[in-house]
């Protein structure tokens, strides 16, 4: 039961152009939503998050979507860079029971972003 | 600065061998986490913890066991390694924010032959 998907596993795009990576979930439950970024050899890093109270966070270039009708969100970079290029995966939450905030992952999509 | 220090990097085992992944973190969070990653796949939660002598099963809990006896550490063990645990595991850790998610170590990359 994949409750977090990436349908995408990989977007090539052109430096300074727009990258739109999106999610789907199909849990009600989750109330946080993450975005991560992984470079080979490396752990993840975190990148931005959104509560579901919003449809919307930017924080510099990135800047990510929430449409909880369509239990959709989607992760925009812009401009994007070549130093972009990287597995993104999303994550989502929700703190109720023993949930404890416990992250659920989607599978990643691989940016790669061309000179 | 530290944040979460996984040790060791690489690992290759036996069929049958037993091992334990270490993992330390500096930034006095209650929360950690085990996960493992698959090729082509997403993270799987293995093991969890919310505080010292405290832990839970995940998602794909068979085959490990772990044990939190400080708040810094919280070893993962493989008593009996299988072709299918070959993986790459990381450990992470976080506080009750969950705005910030959580930070994550630099990873061990097991191989079971």
């Known amino acids: 039961d994949q409750q977090v998907k990436q349908n995408s596993p990989s977007l090539s795009v052109q430096e300074g152009r727009i990258s739109i990576l999106n999610c789907d979930y199909t849990?009600?439950?989750?109330?946080?939503f993450l975005w991560y970024k992984k470079y080979p050899a490396e752990g993840p890093t975190f990148l931005i998050s959104i509560s579901s109270i919003k449809d919307k966070n930017e924080d510099g270039r990135f800047t990510v979507f929430l449409n909880k009708s369509a239990k959709h969100l989607s992760l925009h970079i812009v401009p994007s860079q070549p130093g972009d290029s990287a597995v993104y995966f999303c994550?989502?939450?929700?703190?109720?029971?023993?949930?404890?905030?416990?992250?659920?992952f989607g599978q990643g999509t691989i940016l790669t972003v061309h000179p | 600065n530290a944040g979460v220090t996984q040790t060791p990097k690489f690992r290759i085992l036996k069929i049958g061998q037993s091992m334990t992944l270490q993992c330390t973190q500096d930034?006095?969070?209650?929360?950690m986490y085990w996960y493992r990653q698959d090729p082509g796949m997403g993270l799987k939660l293995i093991y969890y913890s919310v505080g010292a002598g405290i832990t839970d099963k995940g998602e794909v809990p068979n085959g490990y066991n772990v044990s939190r006896s400080t708040t810094e550490d919280f070893p993962l063990r493989l008593e009996l390694a299988a072709p299918s645990q070959t993986s790459v595991y990381f450990c992470?850790?976080?506080?009750?924010?969950?705005?910030?998610?959580?930070?994550f170590g630099s990873g061990t990359r097991l191989t079971v032959v």
């Open positions: 849990n009600s439950m989750f109330d946080y």
């Open positions: 992470a850790s976080s506080s009750p924010d969950r705005a910030y998610g959580y930070t």
């Open positions: 930034m006095n969070h209650n929360y």
């Open positions: 994550a989502a939450s929700f703190a109720g029971g023993t949930s404890y905030g416990k992250l659920t």
